[in-house]
Each structure stands twice: as structure tokens, then as C-alpha cells.
């Protein structure tokens, strides 16, 4: 008997808009004291009346839109009873059988040789509103804090205390089919989804914030023959189990990792799940805990809120801002339009806001190369033959120079002080060899801090590239008779001493000496 992971998520996006889903409480709740965005109508208080909030509907729509989901013409609201003492009317405002969106698919592609496929089709069963439930905080209270408690004597006692800030915020559910094959899988369509919301502006996403939060059904299926898994022909699905409180990427691979092997050891001893049940993760011990059996759609007893009218969408889909390119297209315009590696692409645009930067810089270097006039032919010619150079120093300068002095200073793409044209400009220097690398550094440094232009920087500095050979000439003969015996051992075929000396040579320019002029220079002097 062969085992496979059969894998679905419910993937809940918060939605930031400037008010609650039914009310016009603020929504940014996180943000303020406990218990201070309520009121009557998130608190669910008798007599109240919600009324839709229509930019979390057209947020709704446009993630659905980008998900390749069939936006039905007709929806509705539907009540959801359940009772939790972070949900303060006694049952959520949901959609059931009428959802504002069905039938989507996303595309993934899986880097991973390990992994049963290299491309994956997720299909998407239903995306849908909601409002989300108050928030509970869960602290132990000391000795000190609990004089004249009844019952404490003097012991710690482990209390829950629940901030309604959250409740009513938008949701929007997102519901998979059972369509994963892996733990790798799952993540990597959790990171895709977290960057369609943020290109589309509708949430910033954060899961260690709650903006981003996933419940992960699994169960394990015997197969016979893998390659009739896609042929229709699979045996029935077994007993879910749903596994909460998944608050990161890390966290949702393992946990699956975990219950995997979880599974398969219960389907060995032949006492495999035969209810579905829900289990929380526990991140400080890496392992999951069954919490309760899982509730079935008839035990929450659904029916058509009647506070809130259908919902016509057939002219609201219509006019939906122009979708702006997604991620998966944007990757592979940047790996067709400016030649970068796969891995490079999706760097450069895992975050929008630096793929925008790195567009900016790109067309201001198409610029500074055209008019430096070192070239002969048509513009696209120029651009062409010096377009695989020019992005090679691009994205080592920008992803992993630039990228860590911004780790180093807590700064980001959105607050350094660096525009495109004078990032342009300096990779320009670095191409024409007027500044040596470690310069480079201590010049891009000091733009990110200050905004000045690079050149600016060089020029007060005094920090441009020596490349003067009867200068450099000088400076290598003082540092060969100041080292004899390394000489000789040079000449006596240790080759490792070269770096001695071009590291010399480098010490005593700070830096600033054409470094392949400096190495020609010393293997000629040490023949």
C-alpha cells in the first residue's frame, strides 16, 4: 500500500479597509487600545442593523478575478451559528451557498526536485466574505495579582481575556480543493497568495500579524497505481483532519510534515481517522493536538441573514478597477524582457515595490548608456549588447550589496533615500571602472543614508579609481621591496601570494586601485 497526502486549505485574507465589514467602526483596531473600535453593531447588541461594506466587496471580487474565479451575478449573506467567547453575537455574518466567487485555479510552479511535480494546478472551490471574530489573549496571572481571588490561594491562575477590536473586520475566505500533493506545495501557494493580495493593494498580508491566516485539512489516501492519480480514478477520500492556529509559512509546512507522519504511522497500525477532528499546532513543541471533532455543515446551522439584502454583482464585477499585472506575469516578462534568471526574477519581484524600483533604474541606465556614446549602432542595439552586463551589476548590487546594508540600517525599498536615476548612475561608474568595489560600497552607504548622487560622493570623497599605471607602478614597487621574502616566494611559484599583494596594494590606495590593473601589474613585475 502506498500512502499520499491529499491536502486542502482554508486561507482567511483580512482585508484593509478603512472600516469594519458591517459598520463603520475603524479597522485598525490592532493599532489601538483593547476594546475601543466597538460598537453596537460589531457587538452584535438586539435592534442593530449591519449594512455591506462595498470596498470589502469589491476587494473580494478583484482577489476572486485574480484567482481566475467565476464571479456569479448573485449573492447573498448567510448567518453561521456557533458559539465562542470571541464571537459576541453568537453567530458570524458569512456566505454558505451563495459566495461571491467559484471555480478558480491557480498556476503554481514548485522548485524542488524532491517534489512529486514540478507545476501544480491548485484549483480554487470558493472565495467568500466574512467578518472576522473578536480576539482572545491568553495570560497566566501571578500570586500578586490575584490577592482576595476566591479559589487562588496564592497559586497562578491561567485567565483568557478577549479584545473585540478584531471583530467585524473583512475577511475574505478562500477555499481549495483538495488538490496538494505536499507540505511544499501548500507554502508555496500560501507565498503566492500573500503577493496577489499586496500587488492588488487589498491587504498587506502579514501572517505573523493575523492578516494572513490558514486552517489545513489533511488525510492520507492508499494508492495503487501514482500514475492513475489524475485520472479520475482515485479511491475515496478519507477522514479529514484540520489543523488550526497556523501562523507562518514555517509553520504550515511542518505542521503537514507532522501530521503526514502522524497519519501514516496510524494507517500502519491499521487504525487509520474515522471521524474528522480538529487539531491546534503547537509551534514550541513542533507537534499537533487534538483540540475537538470537527463540526459538519449541519451544526451551524445556516440561514439567509436577514438584516441584509441580496447582492446583484452583475454591474459591480463589471466595473472593477483594470487588474494590474500579477506576480506569475511580471516574473516572466522579467525573465523574457530584461533577461533574468528565473531565481532573479522572482527576487526582484516578490516585493512590488521593488520590481517598480528596478524597472526605474533599468530605463534610467538605458539612459546613462546611451549617453555615454562609447557605442556604435541603433539604441536598441546599444541596449542590447550591454543589457546582460549592466543587469548582472544590477542585481548584485541591488538584492545582495543594497539588500544588506538596508538589513544592517532596518531600512526598506519604500524608505531608503536612493532614487532610480542616481542608482542608475552609480551602477554606470561601476561599468566605466571609476570606482573599485569596496569604494562602491562605502559610496552606495552613504547615498542610502544621505540621497546624495554617487558621483558627488566620489568627488568630496576623493574616492575615484586609480587607474594610472606609471601611479600604480610606483605603489607596487614600494610594496615588493617592503616584502622581499614574499616576492620570492611568489617567484618560486606560491601563486596564493598574489592576493597578498593585491591586497596591499588595495590597503594602501583605500581602495581605490583598479584591482585587474594592480594584479597585470604585479605578475609582470614578479616573473
Same mark, same amino acid.
Given at each position: 500500500?502506498?500512502?499520499?497526502?491529499?491536502?486542502?486549505?482554508?486561507?482567511?485574507?483580512?482585508?484593509?479597509?478603512?472600516?469594519?465589514?458591517?459598520?463603520?467602526?475603524?479597522?485598525?483596531?490592532?493599532?489601538?487600545?483593547?476594546?475601543?473600535?466597538?460598537?453596537?453593531?460589531?457587538?452584535?447588541?438586539?435592534?442593530?442593523?449591519?449594512?455591506?461594506?462595498?470596498?470589502?466587496?469589491?476587494?473580494?471580487? *478583484?482577489?476572486?478575478?485574480?484567482?481566475?474565479?467565476?464571479?456569479?451575478?448573485?449573492?447573498?449573506?448567510?448567518?453561521?451559528?456557533?458559539?465562542?467567547? $470571541?464571537?459576541?453575537?453568537?453567530?458570524? /455574518?458569512? %456566505?454558505?451557498?451563495?459566495?461571491?466567487?467559484? #471555480?478558480?485555479?491557480?498556476?503554481?510552479?514548485?522548485?524542488?526536485?524532491?517534489?512529486?511535480?514540478?507545476?501544480?494546478?491548485?484549483?480554487?472551490?470558493?472565495?467568500?466574505?466574512?467578518?472576522?471574530?473578536? =480576539?482572545?489573549?491568553?495570560?497566566?496571572?501571578?500570586?500578586?495579582?490575584?490577592?482576595?481571588?476566591?479559589?487562588?490561594?496564592?497559586?497562578?491562575?491561567?485567565?483568557?481575556?478577549? $479584545?473585540?477590536?478584531?471583530?467585524?473586520?473583512?475577511?475574505?475566505?478562500?477555499?481549495?480543493?483538495?488538490?496538494?500533493?505536499?507540505?511544499?506545495?501548500?507554502?508555496?501557494?500560501?507565498?503566492? *497568495?500573500?503577493?496577489?493580495?499586496?500587488?492588488?493593494?487589498?491587504?498587506?498580508?502579514?501572517?505573523? =500579524?493575523?492578516?494572513?491566516?490558514?486552517?489545513?485539512?489533511?488525510?492520507?489516501? !492508499?494508492?495503487?497505481?501514482?500514475?492513475?492519480?489524475?485520472?479520475?480514478?482515485?479511491?475515496?477520500?478519507?477522514?479529514?483532519?484540520?489543523?488550526?492556529?497556523?501562523?507562518?509559512?514555517?509553520?504550515?509546512?511542518?505542521?503537514?510534515?507532522?501530521?503526514?507522519?502522524?497519519?501514516?504511522?496510524?494507517?500502519?497500525?491499521?487504525?487509520?481517522?474515522?471521524?474528522?477532528?480538529?487539531?491546534?499546532?503547537?509551534?514550541?513543541?513542533?507537534?499537533?493536538?487534538?483540540?475537538?471533532?470537527?463540526?459538519?455543515?449541519?451544526?451551524?446551522?445556516?440561514? !439567509?441573514?436577514?438584516?441584509?439584502?441580496? +447582492?446583484?454583482?452583475?454591474?459591480?464585477?463589471?466595473?472593477? =478597477?483594470? &487588474?494590474?499585472?500579477?506576480?506569475?506575469?511580471?516574473?516572466?516578462?522579467?525573465?523574457?524582457?530584461?533577461?533574468?534568471?528565473?531565481?532573479?526574477?522572482?527576487?526582484?519581484?516578490?516585493?512590488?515595490? *521593488?520590481? #517598480?524600483?528596478?524597472?526605474? /533604474?533599468?530605463?534610467?541606465?538605458?539612459?546613462?548608456?546611451?549617453?555615454?556614446?562609447?557605442?556604435?549602432?541603433?539604441?536598441?542595439?546599444?541596449?542590447?549588447?550591454?543589457?546582460?552586463?549592466?543587469?548582472?551589476? *544590477?542585481?548584485?548590487?541591488?538584492?545582495?550589496?543594497?539588500?544588506?546594508?538596508?538589513?544592517?540600517?532596518?531600512?526598506?525599498?519604500?524608505?531608503?533615500?536612493?532614487?532610480?536615476?542616481? @542608482?542608475?548612475? @552609480?551602477?554606470?561608474?561601476?561599468?566605466?571602472?571609476?570606482?573599485?568595489?569596496?569604494?562602491?560600497?562605502?559610496? +552606495?552607504?552613504? &547615498?542610502?543614508?544621505?540621497?546624495? $548622487?554617487?558621483?558627488?560622493?566620489?568627488?568630496?570623497?576623493?574616492?575615484?579609481?586609480?587607474?594610472?599605471?606609471?601611479?600604480?607602478?610606483?605603489?607596487?614597487?614600494?610594496?615588493?621591496?617592503?616584502? !622581499?621574502?614574499?616576492?620570492?616566494?611568489?617567484?618560486?611559484?606560491?601563486?596564493?601570494?598574489? %592576493?597578498?599583494?593585491?591586497? %596591499?596594494?588595495? =590597503?594602501?590606495?583605500?581602495?581605490?586601485?583598479?584591482?585587474?590593473?594592480?594584479?597585470?601589474?604585479?605578475?609582470?613585475?614578479?616573473?
Amino acid at each position: 500500500m502506498h500512502l499520499v497526502p491529499v491536502i486542502g486549505l482554508e486561507i482567511h485574507i483580512q482585508l484593509k479597509t478603512k472600516s469594519k465589514m458591517f459598520c463603520g467602526c475603524d479597522n485598525s483596531g490592532e493599532d489601538q487600545k483593547p476594546n475601543t473600535t466597538i460598537c453596537p453593531i460589531c457587538m452584535g447588541h438586539p435592534g442593530t442593523l449591519p449594512v455591506i461594506n462595498k470596498q470589502a466587496l469589491e476587494y473580494g471580487l *478583484l482577489m476572486g478575478k485574480a484567482l481566475n474565479c467565476e464571479i456569479k451575478n448573485f449573492s447573498k449573506f448567510d448567518r453561521k451559528q456557533y458559539f465562542y467567547p $470571541d464571537l459576541p453575537k453568537g453567530y458570524q /455574518i458569512s %456566505q454558505y451557498d451563495k459566495p461571491i466567487c467559484e #471555480n478558480g485555479w491557480l498556476n503554481l510552479v514548485i522548485p524542488s526536485k524532491n517534489n512529486l511535480r514540478e507545476e501544480a494546478k491548485i484549483r480554487i472551490n470558493r472565495a467568500h466574505l466574512e467578518e472576522d471574530a473578536a =480576539k482572545l489573549i491568553h495570560e497566566v496571572s501571578h500570586p500578586e495579582r490575584l490577592k482576595g481571588v476566591e479559589g487562588s490561594h496564592g497559586s497562578k491562575l491561567e485567565a483568557s481575556l478577549v $479584545d473585540y477590536n478584531r471583530a467585524g473586520t473583512p475577511l475574505l475566505e478562500i477555499v481549495t480543493e483538495p488538490d496538494f500533493y505536499s507540505s511544499l506545495e501548500a507554502k508555496i501557494f500560501m507565498q503566492e *497568495l500573500r503577493l496577489i493580495a499586496r500587488y492588488l493593494d487589498v491587504s498587506t498580508a502579514d501572517m505573523e =500579524k493575523g492578516h494572513l491566516r490558514c486552517d489545513a485539512n489533511i488525510s492520507m489516501r !492508499p494508492i495503487v497505481d501514482d500514475a492513475k492519480r489524475d485520472t479520475g480514478s482515485l479511491p475515496k477520500l478519507y477522514p479529514k483532519t484540520e489543523i488550526k492556529n497556523l501562523n507562518s509559512f514555517r509553520s504550515v509546512e511542518r505542521a503537514l510534515e507532522y501530521e503526514i507522519k502522524r497519519q501514516t504511522k496510524l494507517w500502519e497500525e491499521d487504525n487509520p481517522p474515522t471521524k474528522q477532528s480538529t487539531r491546534g499546532w503547537n509551534d514550541a513543541k513542533q507537534i499537533t493536538e487534538e483540540q475537538r471533532i470537527k463540526e459538519e455543515e449541519k451544526d451551524y446551522r445556516y440561514f !439567509p441573514e436577514p438584516d441584509l439584502p441580496p +447582492l446583484d454583482l452583475t454591474e459591480l464585477k463589471f466595473n472593477l =478597477k483594470s &487588474m494590474p499585472e500579477l506576480p506569475q506575469a511580471k516574473r516572466k516578462r522579467f525573465e523574457e524582457q530584461y533577461g533574468f534568471t528565473s531565481e532573479e526574477a522572482k527576487i526582484l519581484t516578490d516585493d512590488n515595490k *521593488l520590481a #517598480n524600483y528596478t524597472e526605474n /533604474i533599468i530605463s534610467e541606465l538605458e539612459s546613462w548608456l546611451l549617453a555615454l556614446g562609447e557605442t556604435e549602432g541603433t539604441k536598441e542595439e546599444i541596449i542590447e549588447e550591454n543589457k546582460k552586463k549592466l543587469n548582472k551589476l *544590477l542585481v548584485g548590487w541591488l538584492v545582495n550589496k543594497l539588500g544588506g546594508l538596508m538589513t544592517q540600517h532596518k531600512r526598506d525599498i519604500g524608505t531608503i533615500k536612493i532614487t532610480p536615476e542616481n @542608482f542608475a548612475e @552609480f551602477i554606470t561608474m561601476i561599468y566605466q571602472n571609476k570606482i573599485s568595489g569596496p569604494v562602491a560600497l562605502k559610496i +552606495l552607504e552613504e &547615498m542610502m543614508l544621505t540621497g546624495k $548622487d554617487p558621483s558627488q560622493i566620489m568627488d568630496d570623497g576623493n574616492m575615484a579609481q586609480i587607474s594610472n599605471s606609471d601611479e600604480l607602478e610606483t605603489i607596487i614597487d614600494e610594496i615588493i621591496n617592503a616584502n !622581499p621574502s614574499e616576492a620570492e616566494g611568489y617567484k618560486n611559484g606560491k601563486e596564493t601570494l598574489l %592576493q597578498f599583494f593585491i591586497g %596591499q596594494a588595495m =590597503k594602501k590606495t583605500q581602495g581605490k586601485a583598479n584591482p585587474q590593473m594592480v594584479e597585470n601589474l604585479i605578475k609582470n613585475k614578479l616573473k
